[in-house]
C-alpha cells in the first residue's frame, strides 16, 4: 500500500491543476521549528476541470487532514463504503488508509493538512492520536447542515487569511483554528458506514494480500519486517484481529496466521537457498528476535530445520 508524503501531495496537486508545486506553498509553512501547514480551496482547485480527476488511491498519508466537502462523494475504509450527498467533514489521519471518490465535478469547500509535528503537544497541548477523532477503529466523517457546513467554512477561511498574513504569532493562530475544528467535529454523529459485505470483504482480502507482499523481497541482513503478526496487519487496516481472521477465513479458506506463516516460510528458504547470509541474520530480517524462535517456527511449518534447507542447495 502507498503512503503519500507531502512532497507527493504537491507533485500531484501540482499536475492536477497544472501550475508549478511552489506557489501552491506558502512561504515559511515547512520550516523545521513550526512542522508543516498548508489549507486550500477546494473549488479552486477544480477550476477548468472537465472531467473527473483519477480518483484518490487507497492509501495511508504522512499527514494529517482536515476537509470540509460540499459535493457527492464516496469514501471507501477497508470495510465500510460511505456515501456523501451534500456536506460532510472528514478527518484523515496518517494510521487508517481509505480511498476516495469524488461523484461529480460539483465540489466545493476547503481542506487543510499539516504534519504532527505542527500540533506537537508542547505547542497545541495535545497528542493527537490520543484524540477521539483521530483512534483507529472509527470513520471519522461527519453529516453537516448548510448552516453547519457555512460555519466550518468560515474557519477554514480565518485560516486561509491567515496563512497570508504578517501577524507574528500567526502559527500559534492557525493551530487554534485547527483545534476548534476538532472540537466541532468530536461534538458531531459521523456517517454510518454501509456495510457492502461482498466488496468489503474482497476489499479487506486484497489489501491484507497487498500489504503481505509489499514486505517482501527482504534485500538486506538489515531490513526487518515491519508487520509479523495477525495483529499488526489488522492495526494497519484499522479492523479488529478478528474480524481480519473471519474475512480470510471465509475468502481464502486460511486464517490471518497462516497466510502470514505461509510467506515467510516461502521468503525464509528463498534465503536460505540464494544467499550467503547466516542464518541469524535470515531470521533477524523476517522479525525473529532469537534464533531458536526462528528454528522452530520453521521445522514446525517445513518439517525440516533451516540448517537441512541449505544443506540441500547444490
Given at each position: 500500500?502507498?503512503i503519500?508524503?507531502i512532497?507527493d501531495?504537491?507533485k500531484?496537486t501540482?499536475?492536477?491543476v497544472n501550475?508549478?508545486v511552489n506557489p501552491?506553498?506558502?512561504?515559511?509553512?515547512?520550516?523545521?521549528?513550526?512542522?508543516?501547514?498548508?489549507?486550500f480551496?477546494?473549488?479552486?482547485?477544480?477550476?477548468?476541470l472537465t472531467?473527473?480527476?483519477?480518483t484518490?488511491p487507497?492509501s495511508?498519508k504522512?499527514?494529517?487532514?482536515?476537509s470540509?466537502?460540499r459535493g457527492?462523494?464516496v469514501?471507501?475504509?477497508?470495510?465500510k463504503?460511505?456515501?456523501?450527498?451534500?456536506?460532510?467533514?472528514?478527518?484523515?489521519?496518517p494510521?487508517?488508509?481509505?480511498?476516495?471518490?469524488p461523484?461529480?465535478l460539483?465540489q466545493?469547500?476547503?481542506?487543510?493538512?499539516f504534519?504532527?509535528d505542527f500540533?506537537?503537544q508542547?505547542?497545541?497541548?495535545?497528542?493527537?492520536?490520543?484524540l477521539p477523532i483521530?483512534?483507529?477503529?472509527?470513520y471519522?466523517i461527519?453529516?453537516l447542515s448548510?448552516?453547519?457546513?457555512?460555519?466550518?467554512a468560515?474557519?477554514?477561511k480565518?485560516?486561509?487569511?491567515?496563512?497570508q498574513?504578517?501577524?507574528?504569532?500567526?502559527f500559534?493562530?492557525?493551530?487554534?483554528?485547527v483545534m476548534?475544528l476538532v472540537h466541532?467535529g468530536?461534538?458531531?454523529q459521523?456517517?454510518t458506514?454501509?456495510s457492502g459485505?461482498?466488496?468489503a470483504?474482497?476489499r479487506?482480502?486484497?489489501?491484507?494480500i497487498?500489504l503481505?507482499?509489499?514486505?517482501?523481497?527482504?534485500?538486506?541482513?538489515?531490513q526487518?519486517?515491519s508487520?509479523r503478526?495477525?495483529k499488526?496487519y489488522a492495526?494497519?487496516?484499522?479492523?479488529?484481529?478478528?474480524?481480519?481472521?473471519?474475512v480470510?477465513?471465509?475468502?481464502?479458506?486460511k486464517?490471518?496466521?497462516?497466510?502470514?506463516a505461509g510467506?515467510l516460510?516461502?521468503e525464509?528458504?528463498i534465503?536460505?537457498k540464494?544467499t550467503?547470509?547466516?542464518?541469524s541474520?535470515i531470521?533477524y530480517?523476517?522479525?525473529f528476535?532469537?534464533?531458536?524462535?526462528f528454528?522452530?517456527?520453521?521445522k514446525?511449518q517445513?518439517?525440516?530445520?533451516?540448517?537441512?534447507i541449505r544443506?540441500?542447495?547444490?
Open positions: 500500500m502507498a503519500t508524503t512532497a501531495f504537491y500531484e501540482s499536475e492536477f501550475c508549478e501552491l506553498l506558502p512561504a515559511g509553512f515547512n520550516a523545521k521549528e513550526i512542522g508543516h501547514f498548508n489549507v480551496n477546494l473549488e479552486t482547485l477544480m477550476q477548468g472531467e473527473l480527476p483519477e484518490m487507497y495511508r504522512a499527514y494529517y487532514k482536515i470540509l466537502v457527492r462523494n469514501a471507501e475504509y477497508a470495510d463504503v460511505i456515501n456523501i450527498e451534500q456536506n460532510a467533514l472528514l478527518f484523515a489521519t494510521r487508517i488508509p481509505y480511498h476516495w471518490i461523484q461529480d460539483d466545493k469547500g476547503y481542506f487543510c493538512l504534519t504532527d500540533l506537537v508542547s505547542k497545541s497541548g495535545v497528542i493527537l492520536d490520543e483521530f483512534k483507529p477503529g472509527g471519522p461527519f453529516q448548510n448552516e453547519q457546513a457555512d460555519e466550518v468560515a474557519l477554514f480565518k485560516m486561509q487569511n491567515e496563512t498574513s504578517d501577524y507574528l504569532y500567526k500559534d493562530l492557525i493551530r487554534n483554528f476548534e466541532y468530536q461534538k458531531l459521523p456517517y458506514p454501509n459485505t461482498h466488496n470483504s474482497a479487506v482480502s486484497s489489501l491484507f497487498e503481505l507482499e509489499r514486505q517482501f523481497p527482504v534485500s538486506s541482513p538489515q526487518k519486517l508487520l503478526t495477525a499488526d492495526d494497519r487496516l484499522a479492523i479488529h484481529s478478528n474480524h481480519l481472521n473471519k480470510l477465513k471465509e475468502s481464502t479458506g486464517t490471518t496466521t497462516e497466510h502470514i510467506r516460510v516461502q525464509a528458504k534465503l536460505l540464494q550467503d547470509w547466516n542464518i541474520e531470521a530480517s523476517l522479525g528476535e532469537q534464533l531458536s524462535h528454528s522452530n517456527f520453521f514446525k517445513t518439517s525440516l530445520s533451516p540448517i537441512e544443506s540441500q542447495v547444490g
